[in-house]
Structures are given as structure tokens and as C-alpha cells.
Nanobody, 116 residues
Framework: VQLQASGGGLVQAGGSRRLSCMKTGSIFGLFTMAWYRQAPGNQRELVATIDMDDSTNYADSVKGRFTISRDKAKHTVDLQMNCLNPEDTAVYYC???????????WGQGTLVTVSS
């Protein structure tokens, strides 16, 4: 399984950006897809998750601004980010978490820089 993230770049505060992650390869079993981010000097943190039934969860810091979605046919998971602020600057990673046996797959990360 490989995850390829794209869509990062430089955006002004208040702007929007859409990240996309394409999954290649098959996963057998229950899994959750997610976006994480890691800002300079900080630990990686969970941004949003989407389950196989399309239920979603968000970090408090992005609720109401970010939307995670997935296209099952295209094997992609997207993160629409609106009302960006400089605190959103980070490398964003897509993730697939297989529940059993437990295993995490990671994409290579894509940098989002929000200028003030």
C-alpha cells in the first residue's frame, strides 16, 4: 500500500487549500483514513479522520474550517481547508490505519505554508 499526498503550497491567511491523497494497493479489513499534521518543533497531531461508513471526526482546532472526504472509486481522501491561518502551517500527512492487525500506512507529507 502506498499513499501519495499532493496539494500543498503557499496560501495567504484566510485562504483555502485542498489536499488530496491517493491510495494504491489493496487493504483487506476495517480501516480508517486520516490526515495528520506536524508543525516545526511540534509533534504530529491528528487533524481529521473518516471511517469506512464515512463518519468523520475533527480536531477542535479545525472544526468548522476543514472537511475530510473520500472517493471510494478513486481511492482518494481529500482535506478541504478553509479560513486558513498561520497556525495551520505544517507538513500534512495522510494516513490509513488498519484496525486488525493494527498497522499504519503513511504518505510522504505535503507542506502547507500560511502567510499572514
Amino acid at each position: 500500500v502506498q499513499l501519495q499526498a499532493s496539494g500543498g503550497g503557499l496560501v495567504q491567511a484566510g485562504g483555502s487549500r485542498r489536499l488530496s491523497c491517493m491510495k494504491t494497493g489493496s487493504i483487506f479489513g476495517l480501516f480508517t483514513m486520516a490526515w495528520y499534521r506536524q508543525a516545526p518543533g511540534n509533534q504530529r497531531e491528528l487533524v481529521a479522520t473518516i471511517d469506512m461508513d464515512d463518519s468523520t471526526n475533527y480536531a477542535d482546532s479545525v472544526k468548522g474550517r476543514f472537511t475530510i472526504s473520500r472517493d471510494k472509486a478513486k481511492h482518494t481522501v481529500d482535506l478541504q481547508m478553509n479560513c486558513l491561518n498561520p497556525e495551520d502551517t505544517a507538513v500534512y500527512y495522510c494516513n490509513v490505519a488498519l484496525l486488525f492487525p493494527a498497522h499504519n500506512y503513511w504518505g510522504q507529507g505535503t507542506l502547507v505554508t500560511v502567510s499572514s
